[in-house]
């Protein structure tokens, strides 16, 4: 009774899913698994994915790793929200922050008492009422364990896989080096017994994690798991990334930069800035992509760009028999809010909570699958978002966005905020009411009425009210040094 029917753990891969995955459960079960990671380093990892998100601080919290090594180790930078611009209008720009806008109260948010506030010509901006925002605009960045700020970070993808692998070699996590060439199954089950390495190694697991990236060689080349296409939502399905030399101090946030079919970020790390044109290869060639990102790149460049595909979606099982897909192999939808290290992250502390140690049954995948596909799917809405409350109809591409049919899910939630004013967060979904806001507002969606809590108050008590909040994050702010000042004292690494 109650034996543990799993134990032996094989992870396929070593890029920041793998080593992730290796993190959280080294971690938490260590001393109840065999662990063992497989990668290889003739197909090397996807070398992209440097901006996170502030869940990124709660893995780290959860997994014990110090703030500073980290940053040392990575290079990386502070990271309070990302900056888009040209999306609605060309021209426009707007900051989609990790702040809390102003003080909620259990009627609702603080943005309906700001609506009114607008009205009489006493408002201001949104963001004048979010630390993180101003912070951000300004370039300054402080934090300290008494410090209530809310952010992420920039960190360097390649240095962050070494840093993670080095913790999890501490704790016994075992790494092989080599390619999987056989997935050897169970021809009753189907499930997963072994990987047949070139080497003639063969790797025996009870449970298999698929951190091979895109060409899923587990769950899709061996388990046929299907995938469920999103393009027609999504229609980018290109990147081209290069990095530079920086030109100036680093920014506190991310920048994304809408051009005529797709968009650019731009990410600024310790050492290095990194550079990604995304497009849409029905409206712009690789060749016309390699010239738009060489005219717009500013700084030396570091390395040849380079061409990454993908097809936006989601595999239809990230759990299948025995085997769990993290990271590319499990999906993918664009990095425009930065959210696949996340998913990796709650998707690995996920199977730390619901470990199979009874072994693996359909119940259990099911509940899990569930989870993951309902968390992605408010992902996708979110960033769908973008692309469909624009005015632009300057280029082909952003006329198709502009009349594309979307889920029925974010039309509802469009509709809501057009008509009445109201966003809000369902409980499993990542991104917060303020964070629906800042979008819906810096996409132009403008709400036809809001709450009128605001008129509870005179106008005397409104200005004190919005006064207080904007006193308070200029007297806090006033204090605070430059980002790159307080990086260079914190974190810096000198280049060897
Ligand atoms: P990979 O990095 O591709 O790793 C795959 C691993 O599998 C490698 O170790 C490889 O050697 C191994 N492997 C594959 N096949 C075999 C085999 N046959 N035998 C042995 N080993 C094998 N996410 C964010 O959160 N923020 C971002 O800003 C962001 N930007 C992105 C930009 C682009 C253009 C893209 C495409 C993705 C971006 N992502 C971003 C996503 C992010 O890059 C990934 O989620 C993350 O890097 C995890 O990748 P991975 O580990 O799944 O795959």
Redesign the pocket.
Known sequence: MNAQKVRKVVI???????WIAATALSRFLGPLLDITL???????????????IPTHRTFHYLTGIDEREFMRATKATFKLGIAFENWARLGDRYIHSFGQIGKPNWMGEFYNIWMLAKDRGIGGELGDYCFELRAAEEGKFFTSEQAKTNYAYHLD?SLYAAYLRQKCEGRGVRRVE????RVEQDPESGFIRALHLKSGEAIEGDLFID?????G?LIEQTLETGYEDWSHWLPTDS?L?VQTRATGPALPY?RAIAHHAGWR?R?PLQHRVGN?L?FCSEYMSPDEAHDLLAQQVEGERLSEPRL?R?KTGRRKKVWNKNCIA????SG?V??LE???????QINATRLVQQFPFAGCSEAISNHFNAQAERELEKIRDFIILHYKATEREDSPFWKAQKDAVVPDSLSQRIALFRENGLVYRDPDELFLTDSWLQVMLGQRIDPKGYHHMGRLMTDDQMDMVLNGIRNNINKALEKMPSHQDFVDQYCRVDEA
Do not use: K, N, Q
């Open positions: 396929a891969g070593g890029g920041t899913a793998g497989v990668e290889s380093d003739d197909i090397g990892t996807v070398g992209v994915g440097e901006a996170t993808a080599g390619l999987i060439e951190c091979t990236g895109f060409r060689v990147a990334a991310t970020w990410i990604g995304v990454i993908y993290l990271g590319l192999s993918f664009e990095p930065s959210t696949s290290i996340h998913l990796i």
